[in-house]
């Protein structure tokens, strides 16, 4: 199974500022890593996928890099809606799809 | 309007049985994969099983296998999760949503809450 694992577990972010998410997967998964955002109350939405592929509808302030092992999520300049928990999942190895822990980021 | 919605959740006593149900619309159904996502309060989400667009072929997380099988109707734009033997680490949002071709893909359903209690 590959265990994806996120850093940090929560992020405080001026409104404006840069924002910089990161996951590793602990094992080659190529580029096959997606972002998604969740808000409370709501379903994960997919943001990212291939690693850097922003999925329709989604702001250009948010951008994905990496491949292999390593993965950064970036929010160019935080706004308010963007407060939420952002997971990193892998579909590369599967079964299982396997998700990060999340990231918290909220408005400092 | 392309849409999951799911339904069936409720209380249901360790040892229980239950049947979950996604109604898809506003898309081609059996074109696409469909899996079952779980996630329990305060924890991230977790895969729970795939199923082909044909419903020859099911995956399951080991957590689950044994216990949940899904199938489909495709006649109906429906996907199903029959859980039985369940748990307090079953308790859980239970999501569906659609595999295949990300760029095609809709967004998961809002959920539908299955909490086991003794």
């Known amino acids: 199974e590959v265990v994806m694992t996120q850093s940090p577990a929560t992020l405080s972010v001026s409104l404006g500022e840069r924002a910089t998410l990161s996951c590793r997967a602990s094992q080659s998964i190529s580029s096959n890593l997606a972002w998604y955002q969740q808000k409370p109350g709501q379903a994960p939405r997919l943001l990212i996928y291939?690693?850097?592929t922003r999925a329709t509808g989604i702001p250009a302030r948010f951008s994905g890099s990496g491949f292999v092992t390593d993965f950064t999520l970036t929010i160019s300049s935080l706004q308010s809606e963007d407060s939420a928990v952002y997971y990193c999942?892998?579909?590369?190895?599967?079964?299982?799809?396997?998700f990060g822990g999340g990231t918290k980021v909220e408005i400092k | 309007e392309v849409q999951l919605v799911e339904s069936g959740g409720g209380l249901i006593q360790p040892g229980g049985s239950l049947r979950l149900s996604c109604a898809a619309s506003g898309f081609t159904f059996s074109s696409y994969s469909m899996h079952w996502f779980r996630q329990a309060p305060g924890k991230g989400p977790e895969w729970v099983s795939y199923i082909s667009a044909s419903g020859t072929a099911m995956h399951y997380a080991d957590s689950v296998k044994g216990r949940f099988t899904t199938s489909r109707d495709n006649a109906k734009n429906s996907l199903y999760l029959h859980m039985n033997s369940l748990t307090d680490e079953d308790t859980a949002m239970y999501y569906c949503?659609?595999?295949?071709?990300?760029?095609?893909?809709?967004?998961w359903g809002q959920g539908t809450l299955v909490t086991v209690f003794s």
């Open positions: 999942q892998q579909y590369s190895n599967w079964p299982p799809l396997t």
């Open positions: 949503a659609a595999g295949g071709a990300f760029e095609d893909r809709p967004p």
């Open positions: 291939g690693a850097s």
